[in-house]
């Protein structure tokens, strides 16, 4: 229960394009920005940040939808408590199905403004601890196994502990990559494997079994999500351990996965979840049923990355982080916020509340609206 009123008085929608160092591959498609819509939340006494990166073949949404979708959504809050998060939450659904992307910028701004009127940082308000050390892993595109490999031996050379590989094709092409990727760094550091739904059920076993000798930590999403009831096959059939990314979206879909026995692990992303309030949901779940888990992160800033990073640290069953979608962008906006450290290292601000924003001068650069 909220314990006192803050009437949310005005909402800013802002589109935020950063270029990217270079593109960003996986088997569905390229990026080349980084794109995302920044969402300020403002009460009489409080900002609250919130930010959502769409990625258009993963959750649905693009830059423009969430732009569109989330003027409905700020004018239904507009007058509403921002502390009662439950119920501004309850009201974005009756809005619109759907969209938890841009649902989750929304979400990530209440929970901010909620954590300053508690005087805590984030995470301390959704009940973690700042008693862990946070690591992220650099992620190799998919592309050339030549360039791949020279990209992997790039990034062991830069200190990051954790390597995540992205794949998706043949399994020939696939186990090429992944040989040349071990033969440029060698077994001493983790490999991660990501085939974003880009295998059938057929190459996907025939790909995991053909990759089990190379020491893979996990690999996500291997088939297409709509077919995750086949999930537990190959599940049964990989010497790799499965952890689900886009077919658990909410925690509805974290249960139907847990109950199928259809995967080891599960990937947490607030904008697939649609925010915090959800993805606690399913932190619960997994914890139930002694399931580590992993944040995962699309295209966001540091300040989304932040609140990722928050989230990360309220239980001990998230072992895995995938923070290094900031480390591509050509600038940084982003004030406070996390940091990044030697070893893949991430750093949770102490300031109260999500303890990132960015400056309204350098989002008045871009398309806006405010209601």
């Keep these: 229960m909220a314990k006192k009123n803050l009437h949310i008085k005005s909402v800013g929608i802002y589109k935020l394009i950063i270029p990217l160092k270079e593109p960003f591959v996986i088997s569905l498609g390229a990026q080349y920005d980084a794109e995302s819509i920044i969402v300020v939340i403002k009460t009489d006494h409080y900002s609250g940040f919130g930010e959502c990166s769409p990625y258009m073949s993963i959750n649905g949404e693009s830059i423009d939808t969430c732009f569109i979708v989330g003027q409905y959504l700020a004018k239904i809050l507009k007058g509403k408590n921002a502390l009662d998060i439950k119920e501004c939450i309850q009201a974005m659904d009756k809005v619109i199905f759907g969209n938890h992307s841009i649902k989750s910028a929304f979400d990530i701004a209440l929970y901010d403004i909620a954590a300053q009127e508690a005087a805590l940082p984030l995470y301390k308000f959704l009940g973690g601890e700042n008693t862990k050390t946070l690591v992220t892993d650099y992620t190799v595109s998919l592309g050339n196994a030549g360039k791949m490999a020279e990209d992997a031996a790039k990034y062991k050379q830069q200190g990051f502990p954790v390597i995540k590989v992205k794949l998706g094709e043949s399994t020939h092409k696939d186990a090429e990559r992944i040989h040349l990727i071990r033969e440029a760094v060698g077994y001493e550091i983790p490999l991660r494997i990501d085939a974003n739904q880009g295998w059938d059920i057929k190459t996907a076993i025939a790909t995991l079994k053909e990759l089990g ?91 989304g990355m932040t609140a990722f990073a928050h989230l990360a640290l309220c239980s001990d069953d998230i072992e895995y982080c995938d923070f290094d979608t900031p480390l591509m962008f050509i600038e940084d906006p982003v004030s406070g916020g996390l940091t990044y450290h030697d070893n893949g290292v991430v750093k949770v601000p102490e300031a109260v509340g999500l303890g990132a924003q960015i400056t309204e001068d350098y989002l008045d650069k871009f398309e806006k609206v405010v209601l």
């Design 213 to 303: 000798r190379y020491d893979i930590q996990h690999c996500e999403e291997p088939i297409p999500r709509w077919d995750f009831m086949r999930l537990r096959k190959v599940r049964k059939k990989s010497p790799i351990p499965i952890m689900a990314d886009e077919s658990c979206c909410d925690h509805h879909d974290a249960k139907r996965l847990i109950d199928l026995n259809a995967c080891d692990m599960l990937n947490i992303k607030l904008g697939k979840s649609g925010g915090i309030y959800n993805a606690l949901k399913i932190i619960s779940l997994a914890e139930k049923a002694g399931m580590k888990m992993q944040v995962g992160a699309f295209m966001e800033s540091r300040l």
